[in-house]
């Protein structure tokens, strides 16, 4: 079972990015979805995620409006459109599938993760 993450890269402040993640070797379409960032010297955190419809969605408050989660499920893909991003952005971004079918925010309640995707904000 993998996740793979891509489209990281280096863009200016203002600029935008999107990130997509692929499974393979087994379908997460009625699992919940998430992305996580992780900047250098600090712990892991949420950004959004997604639940198994596409129907719920939640974003940490610094990405709300900025951010937007989706999903295809049919082709066992998600998505993390980022716009207007800020140095502030900038961290290794991961992309996990939930145990359960809802939307968490919680890391304890992924048990699948990607190997991350860097993402680069200059001022």
């Known amino acids: 079972v993998q996740l793979q993450a891509s489209g990281g890269g280096l863009v200016q402040a203002g600029g935008s990015l999107r990130l997509s993640c692929t499974a393979s070797g087994r379908t997460f379409s009625n699992n919940g979805m998430g992305w996580f960032r992780q900047a250098s010297g600090k712990e892991r955190e949420f950004v959004a995620a997604i639940s198994w419809s596409g129907g719920s969605t939640k974003y940490r408050d610094s990405v709300q409006g900025r951010f937007t989660i989706s999903r295809d499920r049919t082709k066992n893909t998600v998505l993390l459109q980022m716009n207007s991003l800020k140095p502030e952005d900038t961290a290794v971004y991961y992309c996990?599938?939930?145990?359960?079918?809802?939307?968490?925010?919680?890391?304890?309640?992924?048990?699948?993760w990607g190997q991350g995707t860097l993402v680069t904000v200059s001022s």
């Open positions: 996990a599938a939930a145990r359960g079918a809802a939307v968490t925010s919680y890391t304890a309640q992924y048990a699948y």
